[in-house]
């Protein structure tokens, strides 16, 4: 994490620097990767204002507090922040599965009674998010992945293409186009 510090009608005294780097290390513990921070500290009549603004995994978080004293602003500051975070990890959490492991999808095949040539695979569909999908194409070098997207809810393929690169399929986003008239 990087902080970029400003004060505005504040000096930032090394003391002051020092405390809020202490206070922002304490953001590390949810886990995700946190980008640059800017951190706003000013002085607004008797009001010490500190204001954060950042991005973390492409979305943006801002907390903003204003008290009598400029280290208890950091502390509310420190500790919104600490609750958006804890939002945002949760709501990439997979709650559906729980502690248990994840097991891969399993395919039945059952021969086709009408075309001999023709092979059944009835897989088991596994809830993942797309980047999850994508790992787990590469893990197991297959060349099509078929799972339940854990966002949208939406059956998805991924396909590897010939030259390398991965095609996303959503066969729900195609039948809305053709049921709108947009094919």
Same mark, same amino acid.
């Given at each position: 994490?990087?902080? @970029?510090?400003? +004060?505005? &009608?504040?000096?930032?005294?090394?003391?002051?620097r020092e405390?809020?780097?202490?206070?922002?290390?304490?953001?590390?513990?949810?886990? #995700?990767?946190?980008?640059?921070?800017?951190?706003? #500290?000013?002085?607004?009549?008797?009001? &010490?204002?500190?204001?954060?603004?950042?991005?973390?995994?492409?979305?943006?978080? =801002?907390?903003?507090?204003?008290?009598?004293? @400029?280290?208890?602003?950091?502390?509310?500051?420190?500790?919104k922040l +600490?609750?958006? #975070?804890?939002? #945002?990890?949760?709501?990439?959490?997979?709650?559906?599965?729980?502690?248990?492991?994840?097991?891969?999808?399993?395919?039945?095949?059952?021969?086709?009674?009408?075309? !001999?040539?023709?092979?059944?695979?009835?897989?088991?569909?596994?809830? @993942? !998010?797309?980047?999850?999908?994508? +790992?787990?194409?590469?893990?197991? =070098?297959? !060349?099509?992945? @078929?799972?339940?997207?854990?966002?949208?809810?939406?059956?998805?393929?991924? =396909?590897?293409?010939?030259?390398?690169?991965?095609?996303?399929?959503?066969?729900?986003?195609?039948?809305?186009?053709?049921?709108?008239?947009?094919?």
């Amino acid at each position: 994490m990087r902080l @970029m510090i400003t +004060g505005r &009608h504040v000096a930032v005294t090394p003391a002051l620097r020092e405390y809020v780097e202490t206070r922002m290390e304490r953001l590390d513990r949810y886990g #995700l990767k946190l980008g640059t921070l800017q951190i706003l #500290l000013s002085l607004e009549k008797f009001h &010490h204002v500190a204001e954060v603004v950042g991005v973390v995994q492409g979305r943006r978080l =801002q907390a903003k507090t204003s008290t009598e004293e @400029m280290y208890a602003s950091i502390d509310e500051v420190v500790d919104k922040l +600490g609750a958006q #975070l804890r939002k #945002l990890k949760e709501r990439r959490a997979n709650h559906k599965f729980g502690d248990q492991p994840r097991v891969r999808a399993l395919v039945r095949r059952v021969p086709s009674p009408d075309h !001999s040539e023709v092979e059944v695979v009835h897989p088991t569909l596994e809830a @993942m !998010s797309v980047e999850d999908a994508v +790992g787990a194409l590469n893990a197991a =070098q297959l !060349s099509v992945l @078929m799972f339940v997207n854990a966002v949208s809810g939406n059956v998805q393929v991924l =396909q590897r293409l010939p030259n390398g690169k991965v095609s996303l399929i959503d066969p729900a986003r195609e039948r809305a186009r053709a049921s709108h008239g947009r094919a």
